[in-house]
Nanobody, 118 residues
Framework: QVQLVESGGGLVQAGGSLRLSCTAS????????MGWFRQAPGKEREIVAS????????SYVDAVKGRFTISRDNAKNTNFLHMNSLKPEDTAVYYC???????????WGQGTQVTVSS
């Protein structure tokens, strides 16, 4: 099993920034695709960003393009979601996910709360 632990959530004012971190327990982290999902009250869980296992290609949901950046540090078994220009609509529980390839999400973190005040 792969354990994923998120950190970096919190309360921030609109326009502010946060960096979420996700650390994996496996040394084979570099072979996994990584993704970030979020779920707001009353909404379905949605994918926010992902980084592909093969070439590092990144994808983003339209709502966060230009504001969020996903990256990874394979030496530290960690990936990051850099969130800038945060909006109240970004308020949600954010979950880290991993899988053998993007789109196959086998492992999940417990989530970290991000709250953006207006």
């Amino acid at each position: 099993q792969v354990q994923l632990v998120e950190s970096g959530g919190g309360l921030v004012q609109a326009g502010g920034s946060l960096r979420l971190s996700c650390t994996a327990s496996k040394r084979t982290f570099s072979t996994y695709a990584m993704g970030w999902f979020r779920q707001a009250p009353g909404k379905e869980r949605e994918i926010v960003a992902s980084i592909r296992e093969s070439d590092g290609y990144t994808s983003y949901v339209d709502a966060v393009k230009g504001r969020f950046t996903i990256s990874r540090d394979n030496a530290k078994n960690t990936n990051f979601l850099h969130m800038n220009s945060l909006k109240p609509e970004d308020t949600a529980v954010y979950y880290c996910a991993a899988g053998i390839k993007a789109g196959i999400w086998n492992y999940w973190g417990q989530g970290t709360q991000v709250t953006v005040s207006s």
